[in-house]
């Protein structure tokens, strides 16, 4: 299948465009009616005739004497506080006739990056999408200066629709060959080292795991490695790539299974943190792992009671083979660790634990070092990416003992399910300096501003941010 991602796209401030009148929620209708410059009587009863509610997000088409647009009169918050987990004017633009439009400066400049990234999050599409919805040429898109400012979060917006896409195709096109192409692609545009170990390479250069999750599959498993930036603190992106998860022997139910397509949202959500860490020219050293396989059924797929030999050497016995991500992350965590960078940091769509605490919406991590986390946690709500701190607790690493190896890769009673692959990860960790990993969702029930029905990109803003700013302290 030939695919590209979308691209986000602005309004020039030479092209004509609609004004947005702003006014707070909760404005009586007469009141709107004379901010608008109407008529009061006139302007009230057209609001009113219109079915206008001056709730969060409502608008009025207000229009001239030919019955043409031209004004919008919307509803927004002008503090934000009352949305701090999503970005709250997305529902506005979703909805308005496609066109071009401008808001006022006053309320832009206040509110910049949030409305900016709501006007551009709101014109994504899905792949293969089929509903009837606008296409993503019938958007509204906002009128803006060209600037450094609005390119970052353009380029933000790229990162954010490419990983949308990587996690909506289905894995009969997003499997592990599409996911080595899309990769081998953004390190050609940006003119990255890139290089791939592939089936049964990945035994010949010891990452063992990674080919025993992956070797039942028709795809090869294998190990995509990119490296880009010649000066710097080095910062190694893990994602997982589970292209699909079956569950392997320890096969999920239908309802486990429907949806895990999305099982390499780690993997997506690097490639967009990576993309745009490379796009605005951050002074590190960045290397990307993403260990890409599919956890498929076979005569020669890993079994329940296997022994495997990580790459660091420790043995690893197989309780549940659907705990693999973990298995694949391992291996991926030992190559990087043997660099000793100064942050390592992982991303996956790994326990189901993490849901059922913390839901969809809010993405659990955990951290070796306290102070990235008090960064990442103020960079997260200032980038309205949200994040939750679970404990890495010690004390736990025992419920993952094992009779016959060094560690079981999962828990026999399920308790405290994120921790506990959490610390699994952590034991590979041993050289590097911070270790971030982080436990997502990737999925959106359509419900949050700015996010349609589908994959999600979930700590893509938040990261970015927070390497930013780390990068400004070192």
């Keep these: 299948m030939s695919w590209k991602p979308q691209t986000p796209r602005i309004a020039s401030q030479d092209e004509p465009a609609v004004q947005i009148e702003v006014v707070a929620p909760g404005t009586e209708i007469e009141t709107v009616a004379a ?188 190990l995509l490695d990119m490296v880009w930036g010649k000066s710097g603190p080095q910062v190694v992106l893990i994602g997982k790539g589970v292209c699909f998860d079956s569950g392997g022997l320890n096969i999920k139910s239908l309802a486990g299974m429907r949806y895990m397509k999305k099982d390499m949202a780690g993997a997506a959500t690097v490639l967009a943190l990576a993309r745009s860490i490379m796009a605005l020219s951050l002074p590190l050293r960045l290397r990307v792992l993403i260990p890409a396989v599919e956890n498929a059924i076979s005569g020669n797929a890993m079994r329940p009671g296997d022994v495997l030999q990580s790459r660091n050497g420790l043995s690893v016995e197989i ?90 890769n999962a828990t026999s009673n399920g308790l405290a399910g994120a921790i506990t692959a959490a610390l699994f990860l952590k034991e590979f960790v041993t050289r590097s300096g911070a270790f971030l990993h982080f436990d997502i969702f990737g999925w959106s029930d359509g419900k949050t501003a700015g996010y349609s029905l589908g994959g999600k990109g979930q700590t893509h803003r938040a990261l970015l941010a927070t390497i930013q700013h780390w990068l400004d302290a070192v």
């Design 319 to 408: 309780t549940n083979t659907d705990a693999e991500g973990r298995l694949i992350l391992a291996d991926a965590i030992s190559l990087a660790d043997e660099q000793s960078p100064e942050l390592v940091v992982t991303i996956a769509t790994l326990t189901g634990a993490a849901r059922i605490a913390l839901g969809a919406e809010l993405p659990a991590f955990f951290s070796t070092e306290q102070h990235f986390a008090e960064l990442l946690k103020t960079c997260a709500d200032e980038t309205r990416d949200p994040v939750w701190q679970l404990p890495l607790w010690l004390p736990y690493r025992t419920l993952l003992n094992s009779n016959v190896a060094d560690m079981a």
């Design 35 to 222: 901010h608008t410059g109407a008529v009061n009587s006139v302007g009230a009863n057209w609001l009113r005739s219109s079915g206008f509610k001056c709730t969060e997000n409502e608008f009025a088409l207000l229009p001239d004497e030919f019955g043409r647009v031209e004004r919008v009169v919307a509803c927004l918050s002008d503090s934000g506080k009352d949305c701090t987990s999503q970005l709250a004017a997305a529902k506005l633009f979703e909805k308005l006739p496609p066109g071009n439009y401008r808001l006022p400066e006053c309320f832009l400049r206040r509110r910049f990056e949030e409305v900016v990234l709501s006007a551009l999050f709101s014109q994504y599409r899905a792949p293969l999408a089929t509903q009837g919805g606008r296409t993503s040429s019938e958007c509204a898109l906002l009128s803006l200066p060209e600037g450094p400012d609005v390119n970052r979060l353009l380029e933000i917006t790229q990162g954010e629709f490419l990983c949308r896409d990587l996690i909506n195709l289905p894995a009969s096109i997003m499997g592990p060959d599409l996911l080595e192409k899309t990769a081998s692609d953004i390190a050609k545009e940006f003119g990255s080292a890139f290089s791939v170990v592939r089936g049964s390479q990945l035994l010949e250069h010891n990452l063992n795991m990674i080919h025993a999750v992956g070797r039942a599959a028709e795809q090869a498993p294998r």
